[in-house]
């Protein structure tokens, strides 16, 4: 058998038994280097194919697009991927309340419709006051930096999250900031 032939059956041994072994394993026992990775090839796919846009428009076509549909990538600047990691690792503590989208740049079009339309709803003035103190108080003062799709979206769903879990507005302004999917590395404040 040549060398190179030699070469490569190992090298497909040892990556078969990784996958193996790796498959066995739950999410939270992984690496971090294959975490790192997956986080990486997801920013890297999300970074450069989004779908997402400020405009009015994209806003409003929401409301028609199929639920299975995916609202990716970033709306005023590109992503950053330091700042990616963190928002995501931040966003693991809520992974048990369904309605909180755990990646701010690739988001359900289905819960999207449902927290838009909660945009609407009327808070107590009880709940007012924590709605307003996240809005005074999130890095981009409101639920994002210009009232585009994500402004209505997670607007909304600060108004589900202090109605239905009973979120104080420190809690929604967390929800919020590592939420902001405008890209970049911090806040954008224009409410244009």
């Known amino acids: ?5 030699q070469i490569s059956i ?4 040892l990556l078969i038994s990784g996958a193996g072994y790796l498959s066995f394993l739950k999410k ?3 690496p971090p280097l294959v975490i790192d990775m997956a986080l990486a090839a997801k920013f890297d796919q999300l970074s450069k194919n989004g779908n997402s846009s400020c405009s009015g428009k994209f806003k409003d076509s929401i409301d028609t697009i199929p639920d299975t549909a995916r609202l990716q990538g970033s709306c005023c600047s590109a992503m950053n991927m330091h700042r990616y990691a963190e928002q995501v690792a931040g966003l693991q503590k809520y992974q048990d309340i369904p309605e ?10 289905g819960l999207a419709k449902k927290l838009k339309a909660y945009y609407d709803v009327q808070l107590t003035p009880e709940e007012q006051k924590a709605y307003d103190y996240a809005m005074v108080n999130s890095m981009e003062k409101g639920p994002c930096c210009c009232k585009c799709w994500r402004w209505y979206v997670y607007g909304g769903l600060g108004k589900l999250l202090i109605q239905k879990y009973h979120f104080t507005g420190e809690q929604v302004t967390e929800i919020w900031n590592l939420s902001d999917g405008c890209g970049g590395p911090g806040d954008h404040v224009q409410h244009s």
């Open 28 to 30: 939270d026992e992984f």
């Open 1 to 5: 058998m040549n060398k190179n032939l």
């Open 10 to 13: 190992l090298i497909a041994v």
């Open 100 to 109: 909180i989208p755990s990646d701010p740049y690739d988001i359900d079009a």
